[in-house]
């Protein structure tokens, strides 16, 4: 693995997370408020930058098994959430690809574009 930029998104929202504030995702790209992670409420996201994945697992979840693998900050290497690799039942297949994130352990970075 090679060296990896860190980007700096730029738009009227902007989730970072909590503990180094390293940009993550658009406000916008988040699609769902009502997922619920390891600590409690959690965004389901279409696009997530900044972040590496961790080794693939399988998961029994309360929506049916998924292949997902945990995201971490690159900046800071805290757990964050997870993206879907593989939904076995049909009506999930869209959250393949998408993102997990933990509202607990994401912050508001919009106010560095005031
Ligand atoms: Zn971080």
């Known amino acids: 693995m090679g060296y ?5 998104l730029s738009g009227s929202g902007i ?4 503990n180094c504030g390293t940009h993550l995702a658009l406000k916008d ?10 600590y409690g409420r959690a965004y389901l996201v279409d696009e997530v ?9 399988k998961r029994s979840m ?5 292949i997902v ?5 690159m900046e800071c290497n805290r757990y964050l959430g997870w993206t879907y690799i593989t939904a076995f039942s049909a009506d999930q297949k869209f959250k393949e690809g998408k993102f997990i994130l933990e509202k607990e352990l994401i912050c508001d970075r919009s106010r560095d574009w005031d």
């Open 15 to 18: 989730y970072g997370c909590s």
């Open 29 to 38: 790209k988040v699609t769902s408020k009502l997922y619920t992670g390891q």
């Open 49 to 57: 930058t900044n972040v590496r994945a961790g080794e693939a697992d």
């Open 69 to 73: 693998r945990d995201i971490m900050c």
């Open 62 to 66: 309360t929506t049916g098994v998924h």
């Open 4 to 8: 990896m930029h860190k980007v700096f």
